[in-house]
């Protein structure tokens, strides 16, 4: 019920927080007609509105003890001019008439925008657009239980306030928790393959013969739509390997029981690994082991391919091996790899392999004044954040006529 009301749908509050609610509620929102308002009920709304989105965690009189009329603005001037005066010029006929020189009036600076830029130095907010965790409140709450700590040591209170060149860092087990997928959902649309179901002994051979023709075509078709190389994918280079298997047992029908039995039992290992569920442990193990064993079911031969098509790709010969280029063992390798770096853990409280959390992409970015690292899940506050011609540093939803607004209200109340 708390949650309905945190992102509720009717009176429309954005939030910092990746909820598919408050992504909808953001592509709805739409500043308030005042036109049937006055001025007071003017900045009362746009405060309001504001106030839910920048420091909603924080009580109103704090915040407007922090408050700040004065803003940080950065000019853009001509080096060379810089470097040939040191601005004592336009100082010295202020007052009598005389001309200080070709300074330029800048326009375009969107002062307003820059209203609650005294909370991107809070403690919880900078973990939030650092991109550790997945609202304010849960960068709270890892604040709280101590999960952070500022230059080494450890910070308990979320609203520190951080100074230029402070470096914070969140433990890594959260910052996956926080970021990624929930565990127990279903699995996202870009992993393919239904788990390996028992099926009947005298239906298994014509059961894989179907699961080899729709792999191949899978195959096919994705190597005519992609014309551009990509990352390598464990999974696609999986579905190479069962395409060519299935290639050897077509170009040679008159071969021996225990050359067929083999092949199956290579194609059964395949597909397995393709097809592993989020609960069970990794399939793939270490990558030597791993490729070893593919190299023995195989018959894998390390030198080039005795038959060469226009394309690049090996062809099977009608012997009794399968070669393959040592470039097709290479991008192997690396599929192991890749698959060995996210493994499947169900001791992980997140869904395992990792994938992000969905929604997430709406709100990946992060500001100017942060350099973050994520392999380590470290970031540092660079700077206090600036207005510049045409841009504030602040990230907010609003327009600066609300946020305008705002800034008069609280400039009246202090």
Same mark, same amino acid.
């Given at each position: ?38 001025? &007071? ?96 409140r849960q960068a709270r709450q890892f ?74 075509a899978e195959v096919a078709s994705d ?177 600066t006529e609300l946020l305008g607004l705002? &800034? ?7």
């Amino acid at each position: 019920m708390r949650a309905k009301k945190y992102h509720g749908l009717k009176r429309v509050k954005l939030r910092q927080t990746w909820n598919k609610y408050n992504l909808y509620n953001l592509s709805r929102f739409r500043t308030p007609i005042y036109h049937a308002q006055t001025y &007071f009920q003017q900045k009362w709304s746009a405060k309001s509105n504001s106030r839910a989105y920048h420091g909603e965690t924080m009580l109103e009189k704090h915040w407007t003890r922090m408050f700040k009329p004065n803003i940080r603005a950065v000019i853009p001037m001509n080096p060379k001019y810089l470097a040939q005066n040191d601005g004592s010029r336009f100082a010295m006929g202020r007052g009598s008439g005389v001309e200080g020189g070709e300074l330029k009036e800048i326009a375009g600076l969107p002062y307003m925008n820059m209203t609650y830029a005294a909370t991107e130095r809070r403690l919880d907010t900078a973990i939030f657009r650092a991109l550790f965790a997945s609202s304010t409140r849960q960068a709270r709450q890892f604040v709280v239980h101590g999960y952070v700590k500022v230059n080494g040591k450890q910070m308990l209170y979320p609203a520190y306030q951080l100074n230029p060149g402070d470096l914070f860092q969140v433990e890594p087990e959260r910052v996956l928790f926080a970021t990624g997928a929930p565990k127990g959902l279903e699995k996202s649309r870009s992993q393919e393959g239904d788990p390996e179901k028992e099926i009947p002994q005298e239906d298994e051979e014509e059961t894989e013969e179907q699961e080899l023709d729709d792999e191949a075509a899978e195959v096919a078709s994705d190597a005519e739509s992609e014309a551009v190389a990509v990352r390598p994918n464990p999974r696609s280079t999986l579905r190479e390997l069962l395409s060519q298997a299935k290639a050897v047992v077509e170009e040679n029908p008159d071969a021996s029981a225990k050359r067929k039995r083999s092949l199956r039992e290579f194609q059964r290992l395949l597909r397995k690994a393709m097809s592993r569920k989020e609960e069970e442990p990794t399939i793939i193990g270490d990558m030597q082991t791993q490729l070893s064993e593919l190299t023995s079911k195989l018959s894998i031969s390390e030198g080039t391919a005795t038959t060469e098509r226009t394309d690049g790709r090996a062809v099977s010969t009608p012997g009794e091996s399968l070669t393959i280029t040592n470039e097709e063992k290479r991008q192997l390798e690396k599929a192991l790899a890749i698959a060995n770096q996210n493994p499947a853990d169900p001791s992980k409280p997140y869904a395992t392999p990792w994938r992000p959390r969905d929604y997430m992409s709406a709100f990946a970015f992060i500001p100017r004044y942060l350099e973050v690292h994520q392999n380590i899940c470290s970031a540092v506050y660079l700077r206090h954040p600036v207005v510049r011609p045409g841009l504030a540093e602040v990230p907010t939803p609003f327009n600066t006529e609300l946020l305008g607004l705002a &800034f008069n209200w609280y400039l009246r109340r202090r």
